[in-house]
């Protein structure tokens, strides 16, 4: 069985910064497709940013897109999300997701694995 663990949310100003972890257990790590997905109150669940195996091929919302950073160590069995100039529409409770294998696919429903969730709050 899978475990994700998300860790690092809080309350933060428009524009500072946080970094989100995720420690993954229970499965192959560096086999993993990793995603950071977000949801807000009221809204659907969203892809944030999207990492394959090695690293290698990477996707970004277009709302984040030179603001985040999807990054893994597969020795850690750690992915995280570094949040720069964040701003009050990010605020969401974010999530980390697991797939087996290559995938390039942003769809939630894709993702069998997922982490518990950490708030992230941008005031204004």
């Known amino acids: 069985q899978v475990q994700l663990v998300e860790s690092g949310g809080g309350l933060v100003q428009a524009g500072g910064s946080l970094r989100l972890s995720c420690a993954a257990s229970g499965c192959t790590f560096r086999s993993c497709t990793m995603g950071w997905f977000r949801q807000a109150p009221g809204k659907e669940r969203e892809a944030v940013a999207r990492i394959s195996w090695n690293g290698g091929d990477l996707y970004y919302a277009d709302s984040v897109k030179g603001r985040f950073t999807i990054s893994r160590d597969n020795a850690k069995n750690t992915v995280y999300l570094q949040m720069n100039s964040l701003k009050p529409e990010d605020t969401a409770v974010y999530f980390c997701?697991?797939?087996?294998?290559?995938?390039?696919?942003?769809?939630?429903?894709?993702?069998?694995?997922w982490g518990q969730g950490t708030q992230v709050t941008v005031s204004s």
């Open positions: 997701a697991a797939v087996s294998g290559t995938y390039y696919s942003v769809r939630p429903d894709d993702y069998p694995f």
